[in-house]
């Protein structure tokens, strides 16, 4: 994919070249930039493109999901490229590599930030979960209105976006400090692909640090063990959907597993060894490997469904759960992800080591368990307050005994 012009004096050409820089690691996607060589010196142009090497070959992007859209838009710098330097050449200017530069930039700039990243969503590699999640953000950017180009991507616009997010005007309920810091998270990470791209020429999220946190985590629910017990003693009726999200919400309760896993659960994927079913998996969020092994109350579930996870959507999962809670005795709401939570607590509370349980839930970061660790300090400091009020027995009621 190149291009080669001559005058009397002056030889010039044009091509597009992976990683001229040669620093992008093998594992991660290198930068795509134009080439324009006058008399033996090079001057290289950003063309927004990012690709692994594996999918540069013979000058083009292959093994690409948008492989021919990607040529078509390098083929384009290039003409534009060889064009704006013949240009140079027939009036005799001096070529002015900057002001190409821009020109031909601006031709790449001409989308609006929403279609750049709905674009950049495919290229992302996340789980069908994460990718809807995404979709949903842009949604919200789309419905806010006040970022379409690039010059709108600023610090003071993503106040303002922050501002809106937590009205959510003519809606009649608001989005969780935690919901918020999510949507953030999302813009962030796309955003910060655009720096890379050089589409903008900083992520303004990198000079908001700390502005946005992710609101309580501390507060983690969970049910004891004695609320677990009141979930398995629980008996709806027989083929109801409430028997299924009971059934579903232990299963999850003694393997850890986070709905869409749980959703995705495959027998044969485990191995039998020593009558224990196990298995190292990945998960479909992250792709984070994860130790399983199949505990008992967790294989009478199985059981019950010839060795099969009832299948259920989330939605009617979570509103079923809310049934069943309150039907067993639960004085707050059930949700999927609280017995992911319960099982982490669970684990815990009987000895496991927590560097263990990170491998359990497949987190990629050990701080991700710590919380859990902290909730049960917290419960354990609420006993030892318990304590020492019993043992202030009052000085007069000590003299009459």
Known sequence: MGGKTQNEKTMITAAIVYDFRKRTPKDKEGPLE???????????????????????????????????????RLSIIVDKLMAAVNESLESGHDIDIAQIKKNIW???QSQTVLDWMDGELLKLGVGIG???????????????????????VTVNNIYKLDAWLRRLPGRCSRISGGGVYNYHKCIRALLSRA????????????????VFSKGDRENTEYLT?????????????PGSFMEKARDLFIFQMFTG???????????SAYKKIDGKWRIIGSRIKTGQPFVNQLLPPAVEVLERYDMKVPKMTNQVYNRELKLVGKAAGITFPLHSHLARHTFATYMLRNGVKIENLAKMLGHTNIKQTQRYAKVLAESVHEDFDMIEKKLKVPKEKTKST
Not at 257 to 267: E, N, P, T
Request: aromatic share 14%; hydrophobic share 40%; proline share 4%.
């Open 106 to 108: 601006s031709t790449v």
């Open 257 to 267: 597993l986070a709905y869409a896993d749980m959703q995705a659960f495959d027998i």
């Open 130 to 152: 994460t990718y809807k999640h995404y979709k949903s953000v842009l949604k919200r950017l789309r419905e806010y209105g006040e970022i379409q180009s690039w010059g709108d």
């Open 195 to 210: 720096e890379r791209e050089e589409l903008i020429p900083f992520n303004p999220y990198s000079r908001m640090r700390g």
């Open 34 to 72: 134009a080439r324009v060589t006058i008399n033996r010196r090079s001057y290289y142009i950003p063309t927004g493109v990012r690709v692994y090497a594996h999918q540069w070959a013979f000058d083009k992007v292959v093994n690409h999901i948008h492989a021919d859209a990607l040529n078509k």
């Open 225 to 237: 063990e004695d609320e677990m017990q009141l979930i398995m003693n629980f008996a709806p009726a």
